[in-house]
């Protein structure tokens, strides 16, 4: 069983920073970033293999967020940057042991096994 524990987000003003960081229990090949809000389906913003060769990254946060990781950790992080309040929501972390991260299915939150519980982030004007 693989156990993922995010970082407390918090609440910054628009423009603001924020970094997250997700602890894997084991060394795994895929892990990635997904947000959501009430009503509202499950969004991947960001995925990386292990050795961070490969990252995607979601139009919505296409050059202002950086996913990355410290193996050595087992450890993932989202950067965030220039927020704005439509980055509200509750930020899950996700890992697969498959190689979905690097495929053209990275966004897709069924093609994950394991979670995280969340954390909130609110941005506001």
């Known amino acids: 069983q693989v156990q993922l524990v995010e970082s407390e987000g918090g609440s910054v003003q628009a423009g603001g920073s924020l970094t997250l960081s997700c602890a894997a229990s084991v060394d795994i090949y895929c892990m990635a970033w997904f947000r959501q809000t009430p009503g509202k389906e499950r969004e991947g913003i960001a995925s990386s293999n292990r050795s961070g060769g490969r990252t995607f990254y979601g139009d919505s946060v296409k050059g202002r967020f950086t996913i990355s990781q410290d193996n050595a950790k087992n450890t993932l992080y989202l950067r965030m940057n220039s927020l704005k309040p439509e980055d509200t929501a509750m930020y899950y972390c996700?890992?697969?042991?498959?190689?979905?991260?690097?495929?053209?299915?990275?966004?897709?939150?069924?093609?994950?096994?394991?979670w995280g519980r969340g954390t909130q982030v609110t941005v506001s004007s």
């Open positions: 996700a890992a697969d042991r498959g190689a979905v991260c690097i495929s053209g299915s990275w966004s897709n939150p069924n093609m994950y096994a394991y």
